[in-house]
């Protein structure tokens, strides 16, 4: 699925099935090979499902009335139901992450975010959470031109 919201932003993914029934009711169906996630962790599982679901939105006018997640490993289901409103607020999130982004890689400031899986990394070296220094930033591919964004100097 793909498409691009009116600020510019591109949405692109894969879906692995979608159900549609008798009654035009839609159902997006994702399959994951690891475990369900926790009941706390299950907002980061769906995020990929709304991501669909708005595209879905934007592509076809219409909510899809299940989002469906079947982890094979164990048989569990992880299933909901957006609304309209959730999947506009949904889009207003995207969009700030992708402004984030953007602004981000203009100006090479890209925050580390420690947790448990540094334990089993190997670019402590690089890390400033590890009191390591990164590689000089080449700064920002700039698509439309050919002159590279340089990053500004932090103070």
């Not at 708005?54 to 289901?77: E, F, H, K, M, N």
Request: hydrophobic residues 40%; proline residues 8%.
């Amino acid at each position: 699925v793909e498409t691009e919201l009116e600020n510019g932003v591109r949405l692109r993914g894969f879906v692995d099935r979608i159900d549609v029934a008798p009654t035009g009711e839609v159902r997006v169906v994702d399959y994951k090979t690891g475990k369900a996630p926790r009941e706390f962790t299950e907002s980061k599982a769906l995020f990929q499902m709304k991501f669909y679901a708005l595209v879905l939105l934007r592509t076809r006018g219409i909510v899809p009335a299940q989002l469906r997640l079947i982890y094979l490993a164990s048989g569990s289901i992880l299933t909901y139901a957006p609304d309209h409103d959730e999947l506009i607020r949904f889009e207003r999130t995207l969009s700030a992450i992708w402004k984030a982004i953007l602004a981000a890689g203009a100006t090479g400031d890209f925050r580390p975010k420690p947790g448990k899986l540094c334990d089993w990394c190997d670019h402590k070296s690089l890390c400033p959470s590890f009191g390591g220094t990164p590689p000089p930033y080449p700064g920002w591919p700039d698509l439309l031109s050919a002159e590279p964004v340089v990053a500004k100097e932090n103070s």
